[in-house]
């Protein structure tokens, strides 16, 4: 069974920039979709983005325009570059696929 492991996170200032990381403990070429979630303090884990194995993507509508979905099939790792963010991106960051969650990787947006 793959594991997950995120990275990447920190206290960033508003209008600043993450890449976090997604490195998968086995292949992920023949994973379908994989996504990222979100969930900040108090409130329920939000999808945030999707990737396809055929590279298609998807967005929640807060973060259009900000963050970009991708992947690494040969690394085995799954990527969300953040720009623009926002003090309400504060939250854990959570790769998931299958079923199967990482561990999380915190981000802080400072005001």
């Known amino acids: 069974q793959v594991q997950l492991v995120e990275s990447g996170g920190g206290l960033v200032q508003a209008g600043g920039s993450l890449r976090l990381s997604c490195a998968a403990s086995?292949?992920?070429?023949?994973?379908?979709?994989m996504t990222w979630y979100r969930q900040a303090p108090g409130k329920q884990r939000d999808l945030v983005a999707a990737i396809t194995s055929g590279g298609s993507t998807m967005y929640a509508d807060s973060v259009k325009g900000r963050f970009t979905i991708s992947r690494d099939n040969a690394k085995n790792t799954v990527y969300l570059q953040m720009n623009d963010l926002k003090p309400e991106d504060t939250a854990n960051y959570y790769c998931?696929?299958?079923?199967?969650w990482g561990q999380g990787t915190l981000v802080t947006v400072s005001s």
């Open positions: 086995g292949s992920i070429s023949s994973i379908n979709t």
């Open positions: 998931h696929t299958r079923g199967i």
